[in-house]
């Protein structure tokens, strides 16, 4: 069976610095893109980027690049997404994705990030 | 990027009901078109990929079609587990952007 499982809710204060993950398993980890999304409280989905695990290839929404990294380690099958100065507006649940060239197939159950001074 | 629009922004129906989701893009996508359900307080879920494909274990009351850069998504009887929000998302060109949700109320 395929899972994602995301690590546990953080709570931040503004211009800490923070990593997620999301552990892959029942597939091959690096046959395909970990993408990541972010939902704001009450809104919907955006596409953050995504990396291809096999060689760490990244793709970024012009809407979030240089305001995060994702990164992955296929020896434990994992992916990241970092910040390395949190705002309050970062505040939102954060799902990671298995995805193939063509569509967005599993998702994470979701990791809860509050900023909040 | 390629906007994503859907419509309605929401929709009231009744359980044994046929509604139909638009989702239309800013600029030709081929099929590359996903529809994605998410209930609240829970993770998004994969309906329907390259347009017109069930996901596996999907019921086959959902149903896609389209390509180019309009396309829809039909649920012929409503279940009383079918009320979510749904999404559009494009995978032609990243960012792979989502469409802005339809919420699917009860009448």
């Known amino acids: 069976e395929v899972q994602l499982v995301q690590s546990g809710a953080e709570v931040k204060k503004p211009g800490e610095s923070l990593r997620i993950s999301c552990k892959g398993s029942g597939y091959i980890f690096t046959g395909y893109w970990i993408s990541w999304v972010r939902q704001m409280p009450g809104k919907g989905l955006e596409w953050m980027g995504r990396i291809n695990p096999s060689d760490s290839y990244t793709n970024y929404s012009p809407s979030f690049q240089g305001h995060v990294t994702i990164s992955a380690d296929k020896s434990i099958t994992t992916a990241y997404l970092q910040w390395s100065s949190l705002e309050a507006s970062d505040t939102a649940i954060y799902y990671c994705?298995?995805?193939?060239?063509?569509?967005?197939?599993?998702w994470g159950q979701g990791t809860l990030v509050t900023v909040s001074s | 990027d390629i906007q994503m629009t859907q419509s309605p922004f929401s929709l009231s129906a009744s359980v044994g009901d046929r509604v139909t989701i638009t989702c239309r893009a800013s600029q030709t996508i081929s099929n590359y078109l996903n529809w994605h359900q998410q209930r609240p307080g829970k993770a998004p879920k994969l309906l329907i990929y390259t347009a017109s494909s069930l996901q596996s274990g999907v019921p086959s009351r959902f149903s896609g079609s389209g390509s180019g850069t309009d396309f829809t998504l039909t649920i012929s009887s409503l279940q009383p587990e079918d009320f979510a929000t749904y999404y559009c998302?494009?995978?032609?060109?990243?960012?792979?952007?989502f469409g802005q949700g339809t919420k699917l109320e009860v009448k």
């Open positions: 994705a298995r995805a193939t060239q063509a569509a967005t197939v599993n």
């Open positions: 998302q494009q995978s032609f060109s990243t960012p792979h952007t």
